[in-house]
């Protein structure tokens, strides 16, 4: 039968397939667009089964916050490939995730994947746009952020992202992007010393230990100069303790504080694809 092209349209937008993939459908379906769509959805199944042990290292990291700016999500969706991580349709179907994400309020990385989108779970778009672009996708990575005032960075390429959360509301924006670029940049383990997990703590004064006995250090003083390495530690990788990245004469403690006396950072979250 004759298949009309605003048929192979709608199909088109329907499911994100491409032109000959969605007139291939109709035909078999004998211009059924409801068994076309569910052809479609098939071979979603199919190339995702296929594809399933193939490795999905590329894609993207996107992070935004609601209009209130009291919360931010930030989600990861991987392809096979950094053509396909590149290509708008792509991107846009990360951003429609991460849109409904943060309308729903999403708890966690399952709560997404469970969320409906035109009457479909996230999970299921998923395995039907693993049959439309032809690659394996995945998404690995969820989080969610509330605080008074939140900002989300994206550093250019979609590859690194970050969520910061401040005690105020109403932050002045350009600060908060300062911060956001800050985490982005300079990768701290956590918001201040006192925040740094135990096991990270120990692990950086065992090496700081092994360091100094290779340099013939006495064993009985190896506690004591490790200490100092641990300040050091601090300094560089917790975030209040850093040199402030556009003036490293004052600490990122400093400039909030410059700026507000009571201004502090609750937390943050930060996603690198080339990590």
Same mark, same amino acid.
């Given at each position: 039968? %004759?298949?009309?092209?605003? *048929? ?19 035909? =078999?379906?004998e ?5 076309a769509?569910?052809?479609?959805? =098939? ?21 935004k ?22 290509? %708008?349709? #792509? ?16 708890? $966690? ?11 479909r779970?996230?999970?299921n778009?998923?395995? %039907?746009?693993?049959?439309v ?28 992202? !970050?969520?910061?959360? #401040? ?8 600060? !908060? ?6 985490v ?5 383990v956590a918001v201040?010393? *006192? ?14 230990? =092994? ?16 200490q ?20 490293n ?5 400093? #400039?909030?504080?410059?700026?507000d ?13 080339? $990590?």
């Open positions: 039968m %004759e298949i009309s092209a605003s *048929d192979v349209m709608k199909l088109r937008k329907a499911t994100g397939a491409g032109m000959m993939d969605c007139k291939t459908a109709l035909t =078999e379906a211009g059924d667009f409801s068994r769509t569910d052809i479609i959805r =098939e071979k979603g199944k199919l190339v995702a089964s296929k594809r399933a042990d193939r490795d999905a290292n590329e894609g993207v990291v996107l992070a916050v609601n209009a209130t700016r009291t919360s931010g999500a930030l989600i990861v969706l991987n392809c096979e490939t950094d053509f396909v991580a590149k290509n %708008e349709n #792509f991107v846009a179907f990360a951003e429609r995730i991460l849109d409904a994400a943060i309308a729903n309020n999403a708890a $966690d990385l399952n709560a997404v994947k469970a969320m409906l989108l035109d009457g779970t996230v999970e778009h998923i395995i %039907e746009q693993t049959g672009i032809g690659e394996k996708l995945d998404l690995p990575f969820y989080s969610k952020l509330d605080a008074e005032t939140v900002v989300a960075y994206i550093h250019p390429g979609n590859k690194l992202s !970050t969520l910061v959360g #401040f005690n105020k509301a109403g932050v002045d924006v350009q600060v !908060t992007k300062d911060i956001a670029m800050q982005a940049a300079m990768n701290p201040d010393k *006192d925040d740094v997990p135990a096991e990270i703590v120990a692990k950086e004064l065992e090496i700081a230990k =092994e360091k100094f006995r290779q340099e013939g250090k006495p064993e009985a003083m190896l506690d004591k100069i490790s100092g390495a641990l300040v050091k530690f601090y300094k560089d990788s917790t975030l209040l303790n850093q040199a402030f990245i556009k003036e004469k004052q600490t990122v403690s400093e #400039f909030l504080k410059s700026i006396k009571g201004l502090a950072v609750t937390g943050f979250f930060r996603y690198n694809l080339t $990590d």
